[in-house]
């Protein structure tokens, strides 16, 4: 029962090797007539289509390279262009009405105010005070020019005044941090603090965004950062279909030390802010030409290594395996780059040759 499989077996190898090897005579025996048989005289030269009798037939195409876009393709996400968390910086309760998320705050635009308290008259105190001091510095300094009194005694007048200014300063610095204002031009992105709550340093007042630009911010990975440059043009679809443009602010010098990638950030103008904080984007960004060919996907094949590439027909007129980088995918074939300007490539039978066998190539039309 064994050597029924083993016959089998060296009946297809039989027949592929007649389909292959043999075609030729294969095609006359099929069509009755009888092989050609071109007599040489004795001691002249074969004629050449005898010499490259043994040559394996494939079909191959001239191919010429031409310049192509270059894009990017990478999914990514959009962020606002800034955020920031307001917060306070003294301790008092909320005398104003709260401001509801959503709401549009121009820069310096008072979100929070804080009662006052006892503030204004310790500013008051530290103004008579600086007064006091200024009228004892000066009386200090003519005693001191006319030797009536001690150099100590007219510094200590000095310290005091200085030690008055700075008394000063600091009730007005608290005066002034009684109004919390937005630090730019944005949108609430919570509510402000209600009124009469209590506040302390480091209290949040309201978390204010901007939108307009928004930012898009992506992942590129080793093998491609270096095409994308400053200034780039891209393009975006956000997920319910909308296309923005924006160019390229940002590529980072450093990659993520998880994911080794390197983020890039785009921006977007956005006036009317329908692009919001967090929302998935697919994202082109156009890179440098490049020289490629266009092939017919069925021309790829391997090497024994596992490298993406096809094989040609040299000078010679024999196979050599040469790799590729593939670009991209379109209707008409493969964009491939990697390949000399010029190149006849093999687009069918190269996977029944290798390097430096002889070939015999035919246009596509004429066939086989």
Do not use: W
Not at 74 to 96: F, K, N, P, Y
Not at 147 to 164: F, P
């Amino acid at each position: 029962m064994r050597l029924l499989p083993i016959v089998t077996a060296l009946i297809v190898a039989a027949v592929l090797y007649g389909l292959v090897f043999e075609r030729d005579a294969l095609r006359d025996i099929v069509s009755g007539r009888p092989p050609e048989r071109a007599e040489t005289p004795a001691g002249a030269e074969a004629a050449p289509e005898a010499a490259g009798r043994g040559a394996i037939n494939v079909v191959a195409i001239d191919s010429t390279a031409r310049e192509v876009g270059n894009t990017v393709v990478l999914r990514g996400r959009t962020e606002a262009d800034r955020q920031v968390e307001v917060m306070a910086q003294i301790s008092g309760l909320v005398i104003s009405e709260p401001k509801p998320k959503g709401s549009f705050v121009a820069a310096g635009e008072v979100i929070c105010r804080i009662d006052p308290g006892t503030r204004p008259a310790d500013l008051a105190e530290a103004r008579a005070r600086l007064a006091e001091a200024e009228i004892s510095n000066t009386a200090a300094e003519r005693l001191s020019r006319g030797g009536y009194t001690s150099e100590t005694q007219a510094v200590a007048a000095r310290a005091s005044l200085e030690s008055a200014q700075a008394a000063v300063t600091r009730a007005e610095t608290e005066i002034a941090r009684l109004e919390i204002t937005a630090p730019f031009a944005g949108l609430l992105e919570t509510d402000s603090a209600e009124l009469g709550s209590l506040m302390q340093p480091g209290s949040a007042c309201a978390t204010v965004i901007r939108l307009d630009p928004v930012r898009l911010v992506g992942f590129l990975p080793e093998t491609q950062v270096d095409l994308v440059k400053t200034g780039a043009t891209a393009r975006a679809q956000l997920a319910d279909g909308t296309q923005r443009e924006g160019t390229v602010s940002f590529v980072s010098r450093s990659a993520d030390a998880e994911t080794r990638t390197f983020r890039v950030d785009i921006a977007v103008a956005n006036p009317d802010f329908s692009v919001r904080d967090g929302q998935t984007a697919e994202i082109a960004i156009e890179a440098e030409g490049t020289l490629a060919h266009l092939i017919p996907q069925s021309a790829l094949t391997l090497d024994d290594d596992g490298t993406m590439g096809v094989r040609i027909v040299d000078a010679e007129s024999r196979a050599r395996f040469l790799p590729v980088r593939m670009l991209r995918d379109t209707a008409e074939g493969m964009l491939v780059a990697g390949l000399p300007e010029r190149v006849t490539i093999i687009t069918l039978g190269q996977d029944y040759v290798t390097d430096g066998v002889a070939v015999t190539a035919h246009a596509p039309e004429s066939g086989l």
